[in-house]
């Protein structure tokens, strides 16, 4: 019981309290989630906070010095042994990579069309954290200091990962393309057949969603980024599709697939800046500069997934922007 | 030590929600990461349940934003869970100091079932939901926890003399 100036003030109660805090709760997330308002007040929380997620990184830093002392020589050699058996081989392909990037230039050149552009890319270390039970993200050893934008593309040796969905100032969180609420346009890699690849939030699998039994897609496609939307450059590898379910009650396919970057490796991550004529590219004329996309309209007659399509030469659409 | 006897309560108290958000946190192989108990909701029905006027909403509500924070979610979404968890916490803390502990177990495996059905809604709420039926795994680890958190948090609270 507090006395101010003759006021009787009673401490709230443990009922009043939970109250206000739910109404408090209840706004900062609506500001949070619709309007993106909280952006400054998150990025001094998480600046002031870091210092936890630094002490709870440390044991996996701890464990990999270890390692690293016991195998010591040893593995280094064999290390540098392997990535100099390797690296010729990677010249050699890069040299066939630079005649048909030429090439490339070349062919846009006749269809009027701006080229391809090598985008700018960075290495970036993960701070080893877990992340929230049931979404996928990373925390990212860099921000707006270096240069880092909300939407980046994020990507390893092997596919894309995912994409910045925080900037701050020192480090950077970015969510995985299996996070629940992750979506990421894709196409088959076979024939140019679009679709969208949603997280599902287990740690190994992409769903794909809206392809009708009619959809030409086998399990062992590779899905690549299809560059629509403008987000992520045209042509990354996302997934590999490993299991179609056709179920006569469903309108849809149900597929899964597994993404192709080694998601669960926490080591370095490239954060990649896809250049502007790329997305001009993409965005406007996509059907140009891959082979004849497949079209899908409701009207065509069911057949099952399995049985190829003979290629149609279809006088190439440009694609709408929205996914299909 | 020449620290006060309040003061001292409080570094405690302090001490140990920063040790459960760091185990929040810590990295594991990624098919653990189902089973991580809610340490942080663990330590909070200790303190709630034992020091009720001291631990309660307003200090679950902090908590549970520097877990948003940490994790990237929502602010705001852990806070709520966190305050709903201390207030049925302390509202029937009296009951809950008299049952065994197999029973208290049984009680913590509801709070944290609640709080993790709570953090489900919101996020289905913002069309983030996991396809997924493993958001009660934690709950059960959590509930087979509590026997040995509870042994090592009193521990604790005798010789610091925390009350």
């Known amino acids: ?324 | 030590m020449s620290l006060g006897h309040s003061a001292r309560r409080r570094l405690i108290i302090a001490a140990s929600f920063l040790v459960a958000l760091v185990l929040s946190i810590l990295p594991w192989p990624v098919w653990t990461e189902q089973f991580r108990p809610d340490w942080v909701a663990l330590v909070l029905i200790y303190w709630c349940m034992a020091l009720p006027a001291r631990v309660g909403v307003g200090t679950a509500w902090s908590v549970g934003l520097i877990l948003d924070v940490l994790y990237g979610s929502m602010l705001g979404e852990n806070a709520l869970a966190k305050s709903l968890i201390a207030f049925l916490t302390v509202r029937f803390h009296l009951q809950l100091r008299m049952f065994p502990r197999w029973q208290q177990a049984v009680v913590v495996l509801l709070l944290v079932a609640a709080n993790n059905l709570l953090v489900l809604w919101i996020k289905n709420l913002a069309g983030q939901a996991p396809s997924t039926w493993s958001y009660l795994t934690p709950s059960i680890v959590s509930m087979l926890l509590w026997p040995w958190l509870f042994v090592i948090l009193r521990d604790i609270r005798r010789h610091g003399n925390v009350s």
């Open chain 1, 1 to 324: 019981m507090l006395q101010i100036s003759g006021w009787q003030i009673r401490a709230p109660s443990n009922l009043t309290r939970f109250v206000l805090l739910t109404l408090l709760s209840v706004s900062l997330m609506l500001l949070d989630a619709r309007g993106h308002h909280l952006q400054k007040v998150r990025a001094g929380l998480t600046v002031l906070f870091a210092p936890i997620q630094v002490v709870a990184a440390i044991p996996i830093r701890v464990g990999g010095a270890i390692i690293d002392f016991i195998h010591g020589d040893e593995s280094l050699r064999a290390e540098a042994e392997r990535l100099r058996s390797e690296q010729p081989i990677l010249l050699a392909r890069l040299q066939k990579y630079e005649a048909i990037e030429a090439e490339n230039a070349h062919l846009r050149q006749l269809l009027g069309t701006s080229a391809l552009v090598a985008e700018r890319a960075v290495v970036a270390e993960l701070l080893e954290v877990a992340s929230e039970p049931f979404r996928r993200t990373v925390v990212i050893a860099k921000g707006a200091n270096d240069g880092l934008y909300l939407g980046q593309p994020v990507v390893d040796a092997y596919g894309i990962r995912g994409q910045v969905s925080e900037v701050g100032v020192l480090q950077s969180t970015a969510i995985l393309i299996t996070d629940p609420g992750h979506a990421i346009p894709v196409q088959v890699n076979r024939n140019g057949l679009r679709a969208i690849a949603f997280g599902t939030g287990a740690p190994d699998t992409v769903s794909i969603r809206y392809l009708t039994a009619s959809s030409d897609i086998k399990p062992g496609d590779l899905l690549v980024s299809s560059g629509i939307g403008g987000g992520f450059p045209f042509g990354y590898p996302v997934a590999k599709v490993k299991k179609i379910v056709n179920d006569p009650n469903e309108s849809f396919l149900d597929i899964t697939a597994t993404p192709v970057a080694q998601l669960s490796h926490n080591r370095e991550v490239l954060l990649i800046w896809p250049t502007k004529s790329v997305l001009h590219v993409e965005a406007k004329k996509p059907a140009e500069i891959k082979k004849p996309v497949q079209q899908k309209k409701p009207v065509e007659p069911k057949k099952p997934a399995e049985v190829p399509r003979p290629t149609v030469v279809e006088p190439a659409k440009p694609a709408e922007g929205a996914i299909p």
